[in-house]
């Protein structure tokens, strides 16, 4: 486990890969992997923990899970992770999804 190697809390993981998407509201899971073990330098990290982090974090309400394409993508549902207040974003997974496509087939 990550936060056993690195001695980091659950937020401080949740935070880590909340920022590892940058800018974006959503990434595809390998995206957002890659830059979280580029963000980590060098701490192990494998697909498996990963996963799991993203599944907790799914159910404090932190990201949502969608496919874009064929792909395994999350969106970010806060800004930063703070224990005492949380921005939740307000939206629709779906809407979110159908805006991005729309604009990748326009761009095509």
């Given at each position: 486990m990550i936060s056993a190697a690195t001695n980091e809390t659950e937020t401080e993981i949740d935070?880590?890969?909340i920022w590892?998407?940058?800018n974006a509201?959503?990434?595809s899971e390998a995206t957002?992997?890659?830059?979280?073990?580029?963000?980590?330098?060098?701490?192990?990290?494998?697909h498996e923990t990963f996963l799991r982090h993203l599944g907790e974090?799914?159910?404090?309400?932190?990201?949502?899970?969608?496919?874009f394409n064929g792909m395994q993508c999350w969106?970010?549902?806060v800004d930063d992770i703070d224990e005492e207040d949380i921005d939740v974003h307000e939206g629709d997974i779906a809407h979110v999804a159908a805006i991005v496509e729309e604009q990748?087939?326009?761009n095509q």
């Open positions: 935070r880590k890969i590892a998407f940058g509201q959503i990434q957002l992997l890659f830059k979280l073990r580029a963000m980590s330098l060098g701490v192990p990290l494998d974090m799914k159910g404090k309400g932190y990201v949502a899970p969608f496919e969106r970010k549902l990748v087939l326009s």
